[in-house]
């Protein structure tokens, strides 16, 4: 395993084990449009041997109107059953730079019952630059029966946020970087407000790897203790739309925090309602109060009930 994190395993031990029974290996690459890479493409072209590709995209609920919403846990089952993914099985997940999209497939693994996850600390690229073992040739597997035991007490929804942000129950880590998080920048996706929730703390999952490789866990603590958490009280992890929150939750849980839960819906549901508060500018802690200075709201139709996550069409952005 790698040194400082329980959840993480170096390429060391990854190369000495591959091929064995009951080890899948899942590439769970994902990039933003900006990034200028194709997570399909790059996996059809080089992989590690025994690899098999998460769709970020497609694992998703197929009925949700936001990007990346959680599956239900059948979808999911029958999705990764369809990879030959057994919840038996112990999982190492990796994409391309090292903290990026992983955690996101870790963290899913996890709360539908697989605690064996890890992340390749250092990712595909640190990989092949090594000259590790990689191949171009498909993994051959056949489907499994996948059974999920998925855990709803770590997955944050809209009512909650809305109660959280009130009341300042719960609190928040946005994994976005500082330009979007004070409203300096403009959103990726159209409609949706700039800025943050009243409360929230920065902690931008960039700043929590260095060189694709997971910081130590010192070093993690100055990070998001220096952001304002502290890290003996409840935390909803939250990022553009429910990918790199996970980096954060994947921060915590090697700091030995497990009251934590991820905010699914994110900045693009959050942002993109007409009915819910922003701020602009540097974190300030506490719930909203009346007289805090709010962005104008969106012009878009109030969120819809049920599971889904609700606000704009999915665009393929984080």
């Given amino acids: ?42 996996y059809n072209a080089a992989h590690i ?34 990879m030959g993914v057994s919840a038996d ?20 693994f996890r709360i539908m019952g697989v605690f ?13 630059a090594a000259g590790r073992p990689v191949t171009s040739e498909p993994t051959k597997t056949a489907p499994s029966v996948f059974y999920a035991d998925f855990d709803a007490g770590r997955v944050a929804s809209l009512a909650d946020m809305r109660r959280i942000v009130e009341t300042g129950a719960s609190q928040i880590a946005d994994a976005r970087g500082p330009g979007r998080f004070t409203g300096v920048e403009p959103e990726p996706r159209a409609g949706i407000r700039s800025g943050h929730m009243p409360g929230a703390r ?3 999952y960039s700043a929590l790897s260095e060189n694709g490789t997971l ?40 700091l030995g925090h497990t009251d934590n839960r991820l905010y699914d819906g994110s900045w693009t549901e959050w942002g993109g309602l007409s009915d819910t ?9 506490g719930p909203a109060k009346a007289g805090t200075a709010m962005t104008g709201p969106a012009k878009t139709g109030p969120a819809k009930t049920g599971p889904a996550k609700t606000g704009p069409a999915k665009t393929g952005k984080e």
């Fill in 1 to 42: 395993m790698a040194e400082d994190s329980p959840f993480t395993v170096d390429a060391d031990w990854l190369q000495a084990r591959l091929g064995e029974p009951g080890l899948t290996i899942v590439d769970a690459s994902w990039y933003l449009p900006a990034q200028k890479r194709d997570a399909r493409a790059e």
């Fill in 49 to 82: 041997p025994g690899a098999r590709f998460l769709d970020q995209d497609a694992v998703s609920d197929p009925d949700a109107a936001l990007p990346h919403t959680l599956p239900s846990p059948q979808h999911f089952a029958q999705y990764v059953g369809s």
């Fill in 89 to 108: 099985d112990t999982i190492v997940v990796y994409d391309g730079p090292g903290f990026f999209s992983a955690p996101r497939a870790w963290w899913m």
């Fill in 116 to 128: 064996q996850t890890y992340i390749l600390d250092g990712g595909f690229d640190a990989w092949k």
């Fill in 202 to 204: 920065n902690v931008p």
């Fill in 215 to 254: 910081l130590s866990k010192d070093r993690l603590r100055k990070v998001i203790e220096d952001a304002g958490i502290d890290l003996s009280k409840p935390v909803i992890t939250s990022c553009g739309s429910g990918v790199t929150a996970a980096v954060v939750t994947l921060a915590l849980e090697t």
């Fill in 277 to 285: 508060p922003v701020v602009t500018g540097p974190a300030t802690a």
